[in-house]
């Protein structure tokens, strides 16, 4: 039986190690060519090296599929463009681009230095958008092609790491942006949030009340590589274990309108009329505080 991706050729990004490489691994077992590009870096984006890529291909090798490394850096176009183009040199096409590349630098946002905030935001955000971009021209004329960005429950809001939430949510608004402008071209784009056993996660400093392994989230991501989800285009789904989530389409709830514009006055008078949507994670901080009063972990 023909492989799910078949002749297909994938470009995944962070796939070392962690959630990257069982993407690789599993896209590799299903029939597809891979460009597994990674500089392995530290989780803080230090100490670059391709050993890891390169032990990656040798994996897929030895299983009987086809695979070759590449050591860029995808902060930079010149990187993106490194790595998309060793697909289309390699195996002469391009058909999936999966950016899970990240790293994490961990600080409350009144302690947050410029570095470690552009650091993350280059990394994860421009390092989908480099690869998108240079996907998205080769994809466009073939009118076909997937794009899968990595987000994060993260993206809307996380404690003390404001620079890895801010990029997360950005890779949602690109993904659903890319999804929206390459429609026309038979091009989709949609976006994975996943709670896996990583090093990343190992940082998180609560306890999570679900946490699957790197190798659960991969067959979504096959999945979404291939012709099956030809309509699949501007969602976001966390994978955890066996459970397959979507997310909604943000929208507006309520609406007050007034003549003319309005006074502050009038607005605190109204105000009930919007109101506010609580945030989630409000709630769970209060049990954190509660939990960490008490001596306990708390679970989020």
């Given at each position: 039986?023909?492989?799910?991706?078949?002749?297909?050729?994938?470009?995944?990004?962070?796939?070392?190690?962690?959630?990257?490489?069982?993407?690789?691994?599993?896209?590799?077992?299903?029939g597809?060519?891979?460009?597994?590009?990674?500089?392995?870096?530290?989780?803080?984006?230090?100490?670059?090296?391709?050993?890891?890529?390169?032990?990656?291909?040798?994996?897929?090798?030895?299983?009987?599929?086809?695979?070759?490394?590449?050591?860029?850096?995808?902060?930079?176009?010149?990187?993106?463009?490194?790595v998309?183009?060793?697909?289309?040199?390699?195996?002469?096409?391009?058909?999936g681009?999966?950016?899970?590349?990240?790293?994490?630098?961990?600080?409350?946002?009144?302690?947050?230095?410029?570095?470690?905030?552009?650091?993350?935001?280059?990394?994860?955000?421009?390092?989908?958008?480099?690869?998108?971009?240079?996907?998205?021209?080769?994809?466009?004329?073939?009118?076909?092609?997937?794009?899968?960005?990595?987000?994060s429950?993260?993206?809307?809001?996380?404690?003390?790491?404001?620079?890895?939430?801010?990029?997360?949510?950005?890779?949602?608004?690109?993904?659903?942006?890319?999804?929206?402008?390459?429609?026309?071209?038979?091009?989709?784009?949609?976006?994975?949030?996943?709670?896996?056993?990583?090093?990343?996660?190992?940082?998180?400093?609560?306890?999570?009340?679900?946490?699957?392994?790197p190798?659960?989230?991969?067959?979504m991501?096959?999945?979404?590589?291939?012709?099956?989800?030809?309509?699949?285009?501007?969602?976001?789904?966390?994978?955890?274990?066996?459970?397959?989530?979507?997310?909604?389409?943000?929208?507006?709830?309520?609406?007050?309108?007034?003549?003319?514009?309005?006074?502050?006055?009038?607005?605190?008078?109204?105000?009930?009329?919007?109101?506010?949507?609580?945030?989630?994670?409000?709630?769970?901080?209060?049990?954190?505080?509660?939990?960490?009063?008490?001596?306990?972990?708390?679970?989020?």
């Amino acid at each position: 039986m023909a492989g799910f991706l078949e002749g297909k050729a994938v470009v995944i990004t962070g796939a070392g190690g962690g959630i990257g490489r069982a993407c690789a691994l599993a896209c590799a077992a299903e029939g597809a060519k891979v460009v597994v590009a990674d500089i392995g870096v530290s989780m803080a984006g230090e100490d670059p090296t391709s050993e890891v890529a390169d032990s990656v291909v040798k994996e897929i090798q030895a299983a009987g599929g086809e695979a070759v490394a590449v050591a860029e850096d995808v902060s930079t176009m010149a990187g993106g463009e490194a790595v998309v183009g060793a697909a289309v040199d390699n195996f002469g096409r391009i058909d999936g681009v999966v950016a899970v590349a990240g790293i994490l630098r961990e600080r409350m946002l009144f302690n947050m230095s410029e570095d470690e905030w552009d650091a993350v935001v280059a990394t994860h955000l421009k390092g989908h958008f480099t690869v998108f971009r240079t996907a998205a021209a080769i994809m466009r004329k073939q009118e076909s092609g997937s794009l899968i960005g990595f987000t994060s429950g993260a993206f809307t809001g996380s404690i003390a790491q404001a620079n890895y939430s801010a990029a997360k949510g950005g890779i949602v608004s690109l993904v659903r942006s890319a999804a929206l402008g390459l429609h026309r071209y038979g091009v989709r784009a949609n976006a994975i949030a996943p709670i896996a056993r990583t090093r990343m996660s190992a940082n998180v400093p609560q306890e999570l009340e679900e946490m699957g392994d790197p190798e659960d989230v991969a067959p979504m991501v096959v999945y979404l590589l291939s012709d099956a989800a030809r309509e699949v285009t501007g969602q976001v789904y966390t994978v955890v274990g066996g459970r397959i989530s979507v997310w909604n389409q943000p929208s507006e709830v309520r609406t007050m309108r007034t003549e003319g514009r309005w006074d502050p006055r009038d607005i605190a008078a109204r105000f009930d009329e919007v109101g506010q949507e609580r945030m989630a994670m409000l709630d769970r901080l209060e049990a954190i505080r509660e939990a960490a009063g008490s001596g306990d972990k708390p679970n989020t």
